[in-house]
């Protein structure tokens, strides 16, 4: 039974960014595919969302569709359908929730960056916007890297977006990229071409004043929007799991040869092979990589199927 019997079944989880601050990780990848401790970095959102009783995924997918199919070649994970949205045109977040809107029907749903990693309480934020009238109600956290957001705490109100509506009496505070949305909200976005969720949500403010919000600040929430992001990410996995053990460091598939050092957070990838005498620290293999006999990698990422030779620091080959 779904633990919000309100609430959409499914849930959109938004898989169409370029990832452009990450290339070239993303260059085959799409970011919400990357591997952290070989595990999808999508899947660490739909694992959270069905412990809160999501029982299926909308996707949208632009950059590399074909990746998608091939990570999930049933439209399922763990026995929840996937169903996906893909964009020839890349809509952008508004018109991506535009775009797939009529799949939930009359009732309200979760929105969820497909490019984070978080274990945030999401289900204050179902009840909260249940409890309401608000079209929608964003996810908050008061500190982090991009702190745009006015917040009313006491009206439980967002009241300004970065600073266009002049509101300076109230914290600024980070959009997490997770929100509960009305049906009544769909009729804000514009009807045709991309269109982002920021100017929909201010213009909401304007007009109506219900766009609320709710203050996480328990818990853990990660940005992958970076190679230095993604590789701290796993440091910080490393030194403490929390609520995302078991990991897997080094898949079953991969072979290491028994001599060779792997050191820090390094993660070894199915099919992965790490030959005689070779070093690795705080680094990343992805499916089918190599790692020759003596080299020594430092913070690298490799890629799939790619070769990684000689002495090599803040590499991604």
Known sequence: MPSFPRLADDAFVLGAGLGTRLRPLTDECPKPLIPIANKPLLTFAFDRLIAMGIGGFVVNTHHRPEAYAKAFPEASYRGRRIRWSHEPILLDTGGGVRNVGELFGDRPFLIHNGDILTDLPIEKA???????????TLVLRSAGPAL??????VKRKVVDIHGRLGRE???????TGIAVLSPSFLPWIPRDGPASLIPVFLEAIRRSGSIGGVLLDQGCWFDLGTREAYLWVHRELHRNPGGWKPLCWIDPTARVAPDALLEGATAIGPRCRVGSGALLRDSILWEGAEVAPGSVLERCVVRNSRLAKGNLVDADL
């Open 148 to 153: 745009h957001v006015g917040f009313d705490p």
């Open 126 to 136: 179902v009840e909260q916007h249940l409890a309401g009238d608000d079209l929608a």
């Open 169 to 175: 009496d109230v914290p600024p505070c980070l959009y």
